[in-house]
């Protein structure tokens, strides 16, 4: 056999062992979480139709998507992101109803980038979506506050405390950019170099068009507004135009609601937020912590995505990177001693149906048993150090006189020695 196929290509690798405990506890906390605040399991197919995640819908650029076809010729895509799958579905499902729907989910995405950085291509993604609802400017910033504030509850069920939420705006820029009357283009590459935080970047851009010294100040001046609530009252000196005050007292109204709820420690603000997303129409926000060198939650409001689908709706969400947030939580040493519950039961090859009688009973109180011949040429130690390379709680040995002697592989310095000294008859009966 070739060994590279024992190999994983480049950007996705296997989880096993401890690490995929952590992962898994992490995700069921997520999703109760999220459960909690009555957001409900969606789940929607692996690949799509490659419209759903086209260049007009905004999502993942053309060349990063993983397209195939199908028997019928048509061009399908694996899922680089969860928000248009779940637009498309809402729109499909729920075209008539104009009341909130809140969803909740879990999964896969595969994005074909080149760029890696030590990225992967395949992540696991956990989020919620809100739509529909009230499309007033009160029911957004409402909306928002109670996203957001899922947002912080969901990181701090994860187990994570020293965490910030950062918010922008995507009105702020747009309405800067109309009033200068920037073209399509060099707005997009304004906001790539404000997305960098590089001043003079967007200083050379602006400049080099050609506009008003006094319009430009207001680009050039967003790579520094961030920080506490301060600086959308710093904004406000520099700004004329409606859309980005607008945006700035939106931005104010839901600070105010989540002081109100607590969550003020982990709020801070960024007029320079920028998504790659370009569906995003309104609020958007980031969440970063140590340990991990990109962000642990991703979201914002696009009321304009739904319609791509033929549904009008407003709407809100956000994504966690699951392994991003398990990378940083690793980091700051948040998993303590996370091992396996399962315990195994070996026997003696005359003692098998004994052996099923006797797991079944352990697992009717409430322990996960693997039952397993003792092999010949093995001694007990053998048994003893494979629990130990495979995060083993308990061994058994169901001996062929019925005698169980138990070792507790849980305790970090053993003798050696079984903890305990069990009969058959002490688990199944006479």
């Not at 958007?284 to 340990?291: Q, S």
Request: hydrophobic share 40%; proline share 3%; glycine share 8%.
């Amino acid at each position: 056999m070739d060994v590279k196929v024992l190999h994983t290509p480049e950007g996705v690798r296997d989880i096993y062992g401890d690490e995929l405990q952590k992962k898994l506890k992490l995700q069921t906390a997520l999703m109760k979480t999220f459960r909690s605040f009555g957001f409900q399991r969606i789940a929607t197919p692996v690949f799509e139709f490659f419209d759903v995640f086209s260049k007009e819908i905004g999502t993942t650029k053309s060349n990063e998507l993983y397209k195939f076809f199908d028997k019928e010729g048509n061009t399908l895509a694996l899922r680089p992101d969860f928000t248009p799958s779940i637009a498309r579905c809402a729109a499909k499902y729920y075209m008539e109803e104009d009341l909130p729907l809140a969803f909740s989910y879990c999964g896969n995405t595969f994005v074909n980038t080149t760029e890696l950085q030590g990225k992967l291509k395949e992540v696991t993604q956990a989020g919620v979506e809100l739509i529909g609802g009230d499309n007033s400017d009160a029911g957004k910033v409402a909306a928002d506050a109670n996203v957001l504030h899922l947002a912080v509850s969901a990181l701090k069920a994860a187990g994570l405390s020293d965490f910030q939420i950062s918010i922008g705006n995507v009105g702020f820029l747009k309405g800067l950019s109309k009033e200068a009357g920037l073209a399509p283009e060099l707005e997009d590459a304004v906001r790539e170099q404000i997305s960098n935080k590089n001043y003079f970047g967007v200083e050379e851009l602006i400049l080099e068009s050609g506009i008003d010294k006094e319009k430009a100040e207001g680009f050039m001046k967003l790579t520094e507004l961030y920080g506490d609530a301060s600086c959308l009252t710093e904004a406000e000196k520099l700004i004329t135009n409606e859309q980005s005050k607008k945006a700035l007292r939106h931005l104010q109204q839901v600070n105010s609601l989540l002081e109100e709820y607590g969550d003020g420690d982990h709020i801070s603000f960024d007029l320079g937020l920028v998504s790659k997303y370009n569906y995003y129409t309104g609020i958007l926000f980031k969440a970063y912590t140590y340990g991990v060198g990109d962000a642990i939650l991703k979201g914002g409001r696009y009321d304009s995505l739904l319609s791509c689908f033929g549904k009008d709706a407003p709407a809100i969400g956000f994504v966690i990177p699951v392994d991003d947030l398990l990378s940083a939580m690793n980091s700051q040493k948040l998993f303590h001693n996370e091992k396996q519950q399962i315990d195994l039961l070996v026997y003696d090859e005359a003692m098998q149906l004994e052996a099923v009688k006797a797991a079944d009973a352990l697992r009717k109180q409430g322990a996960d048993v693997m039952t397993s011949l003792y092999q010949k040429g093995k001694d007990i130690n053998d048994y003893v150090q494979y629990g130990y390379r495979n995060l083993i709680r308990k061994l058994y040995h169901l001996t062929s006189d019925g005698k169980i002697p138990v070792y507790d592989l849980a305790d970090d310095s053993p003798d050696g020695l079984p903890v305990d000294n069990l009969e058959l008859s002490d688990l199944i009966g006479k």
